[in-house]
């Protein structure tokens, strides 16, 4: 026999399922869509004030995580990719990228919502880049590399990553010195942290070469990007873990060359 409480947890869990059905087919029509996304703001900016406070519960964690993951299909989906950036909608997930603990329900948050912006960066966009460089999420995914655990870092590091591909992105980052060697300085923690154990190794380190090779481009400034490259990201232990990516031994190969890094630069 099922007791009182068993049968109002699985009511509850009916209802809910129920609800993000609902949201799913409101997402999916043209018609229900803003009606679809103002519910699904509402939820996210209910946690602003909890987050704040450091008073966010898991449950309220896992609603506004479950809203944000709702996002992710409209930010990669071709038709509704650029009237959701015309929208400012990803500045609503900003504040979860800003937040300074890495304590579980801080890190959902932040994961969840880089995986939001990771699926607008994943296509070389020039109005993408520009609307994600005017909104300032280079600083929110430094940010994310300073407090995020291993996945988020390598989520933020993609996003660096696919901004400074396109040429805009590139300058953004050179057009203020504090601002190029800020971002050097946070990939360099990045290595320097590093554990040796962790599935997402190979894609962070992919990732950390690819910023730095880009912007060991500039010429200019390759002398100071050598001595924030650190001698650990050559270490063979990590070189390994690359063997079975060719593409990015061979940016590692070009990083060195560009750099001419030798060990005694890059101690």
Not at 100 to 125: F, H, P, Q, W
Not at 219 to 234: A, D, E, G, I
Request: glycine letters at 4%; one cysteine or more; a positive charge.
């Amino acid at each position: 026999m099922v007791s009182g409480a068993a049968a109002a947890a699985a009511d509850s869990i009916r209802n809910a399922t129920a609800g993000i059905t609902r949201l799913i087919r409101g997402l999916d029509s043209q018609e229900t869509r803003e009606q679809s996304l103002d519910i699904l703001c509402k939820v996210i900016t209910s946690a602003y004030s909890p987050l704040l406070s450091d008073s966010i519960t898991e449950k309220a964690v896992t609603q506004v995580c479950n809203a944000i993951a709702l996002l992710q299909p409209v930010a990669s989906h071709p038709d509704t990719k650029m009237p959701f950036i015309r929208a400012t909608m990803p500045v609503y997930l900003y504040p979860f990228l800003n937040t300074m603990s890495s304590e579980r329900n801080y890190e959902c948050l932040r994961l969840t919502s880089l995986g939001v912006i990771g699926s607008l960066a994943k296509v070389d966009n020039p109005e993408v880049v520009e609307y994600l460089l005017s909104t300032q999420i280079f600083p929110s995914c430094l940010r994310c590399l300073e407090f995020g655990r291993t996945l988020s870092k390598t989520v933020a590091t993609f996003i660096i990553y696919r901004i400074l591909l396109n040429e805009r992105g590139l300058k953004y980052c050179f057009i203020i010195v504090e601002r190029y060697l800020g971002v050097s300085q946070c990939l360099a923690n990045v290595i320097e942290s590093l554990g040796e154990e962790d599935e997402n190794l190979p894609r962070l380190l992919r990732n950390v070469i690819g910023c730095y090779l880009r912007l060991s481009e500039n010429q200019r400034t390759r002398p100071q990007l050598s001595r924030y490259v650190p001698w650990k990201l050559l270490e063979y232990k990590y070189v390994n873990i690359l063997q079975g990516d060719p593409e990015t031994l061979g940016n590692l190969r070009q990083l060195i060359h560009n750099l001419k890094i030798t060990h005694s630069s890059a101690t």
